[in-house]
């Protein structure tokens, strides 16, 4: 990225911008598997005035509140002591004894290990929920009530939520200062890759497209890709609002709705689930999982045992894809790299949107961000409250006309990729006469075209029932004064 661009970033963004040296705040962290978007908070809280990191004393916060061994913490509690940790943890809600429960995956402490007393989750209304969350907790090992047994107790709670909204007008003001080209490279930054390691404009804007499923609700993406492009790394590591599902056994009741815990799934209290190398994951009942995606799919809503469970949640599938000597796929059906049970044409269909994670980079040394940018924290609720901004489909419906008899899926399809190539790369477009046609066009109108495209033609080589023809879409005349 261009020093200008950098420094840019840095006076439109200045409460919010941080300097990243991977070198330096790798061995920080070293031995604590954190996400961006904790290290960033982190880092922010122990920044000096001139831009450095007062390593000393987030050494010691670190060691105080992230151990590096799980033992430490059992061992502490295990001598009485009351332990402060800032974690992830996973929120249970017991109803057959009436308890909320919480467990610390990453340190062995089970959801039937942990309580959370009544006056800590009523001090935070709508926050320990089911599902995971991160937060400063502090734990202490109390006695059960009938005194036979002990159980870890969450004495004390704060929410990791260090922007308690974020400012969208602050955010189309600071996009005005920047070019097109330049923004794009900004958003890449801010997922801490180097816009200088991308070849061309064609491998960029793949990569941001990854983020639709961040900031567009109910947008469900395929994507297939060589190894090392960082598909974990961005689904895992930049907001605390989606959902990695990496290997393992995924069933309809971790999904949406366990009966038998009376709990609702994984994708009922996030923005987006990704199943990354899909072909490792072993679906148990696939049928039943299918018939259930297929009605939330196509609606948001599904029935499960006579509960009606319905979220805003997108699906993204990743998966790997063999690739020729030109770094094309070797094989012109795609779908045949997925697992047997997503290969149905009427289930894919449902998909919006495909990416080509063949115009990739590989990820190295090189393309790893150093210098100026928005701390990641602050972009992922930026992302986070851009799904709740509906200007941008009200732009879409005025912008864009279409063929009388057009098929519902695919102009949803458009519109929905569309909208939200206009939330991450023309945020400041509010009304009508702000809106660059030529931009519009290019950057969001005829790439929502061709990625629904794809996932047509896809479908109809596992059903030649299924059309491959696009409707036509088109700008409309109108009065840019109005």
Not at 134 to 153: A, C, F, Q, R, T
Not at 317 to 335: A, D, T, V
């Amino acid at each position: 990225m261009h020093t200008t661009t950098s420094e840019k970033i840095r006076e439109q963004f200045a409460p919010m911008a941080i300097y990243k040296d991977p070198a330096s705040t790798n061995s920080l962290f070293a031995g604590r598997n954190l996400p961006s978007f904790v290290k960033d908070f982190l880092l922010k809280r122990y920044i000096n005035p001139d831009g450095t990191v007062d390593r000393q004393k987030l050494t010691i916060f670190l060691d105080q509140v992230i151990p590096k061994e799980g033992t430490e913490v059992k061992d502490k509690l295990g001598e009485g002591k009351e332990v402060t940790l800032l974690c992830r943890f996973i929120v249970y809600i017991d109803l057959v004894k009436g308890l909320r429960r919480f467990g610390i995956p990453d340190l062995g402490i089970k959801t039937t290990e942990g309580v959370i007393p009544e006056y800590v989750y009523t001090k935070h209304p709508g926050e320990l929920v089911d599902g995971e969350k991160w937060g400063i907790i502090k734990l202490s090992v109390l006695p059960d009530d009938d005194g036979k047994k002990n159980h870890v107790e969450m004495v004390d709670y704060k929410p990791f939520k260090p922007y308690k909204s974020v400012d969208i007008a602050y955010l189309r003001n600071a996009r005005e200062a920047f070019t097109t080209r330049e923004w794009i490279d900004v958003l890449l930054s801010a997922m801490e890759y180097d816009a200088d390691g991308f070849e061309s404009m064609t491998q960029k804007l793949e990569f941001i497209s990854r983020l639709l499923i961040f900031v567009e609700p109910r947008l469900n993406t395929v994507e297939l890709a060589p190894k090392g492009t960082g598909k974990s790394f961005v689904f895992g590591n930049l907001s605390k609002y989606g959902w990695l599902v990496s290997g393992g056994k995924v069933t309809r009741a971790k999904l949406f709705y366990d009966k038998a815990r009376q709990q609702n799934g994984i994708m009922k209290n996030h923005d987006f689930t990704a199943f990354d190398e899909i072909q490792t994951i072993i679906f148990q009942e696939p049928a039943e999982i299918q018939a259930a995606l297929k009605s939330y799919l196509e609606s948001g809503k599904t029935t499960i045992d006579n509960n009606e469970f319905s979220s805003e949640c997108g699906l993204m599938l990743m998966g790997n894809i063999p690739l020729n000597e030109n770094k094309r796929p070797i094989n012109y059906r795609y779908f045949d790299s997925l697992p047997q049970s997503f290969r149905e044409s009427a289930l894919l269909d449902r998909f919006h949107c495909f990416i080509e994670g063949w115009h990739l980079p590989r990820i190295n040394e090189g393309i790893i961000y150093k210098g100026w940018t928005m701390n990641v924290e602050y972009f992922s609720e930026i992302l986070h409250s851009m799904r709740t901004q509906n200007i941008y489909g009200l732009l879409f419906d005025q912008l864009v006309g279409k063929d009388k008899d057009a098929d519902t899926r695919d102009t949803k399809a458009v519109k929905k990729i569309a909208v939200g190539y206009m939330k991450l790369l023309f945020p400041h477009w509010t009304s009508v006469s702000q809106v660059d046609l030529d931009e519009f066009d290019m950057y969001c109108l005829q790439p929502a075209i061709r990625r629904r495209g794809i996932i047509k033609e896809q479908c109809h080589y596992i059903d030649p029932e299924f059309k491959t023809t696009m409707p036509n879409f088109w700008i409309t005349d109108f009065n840019p004064t109005t």
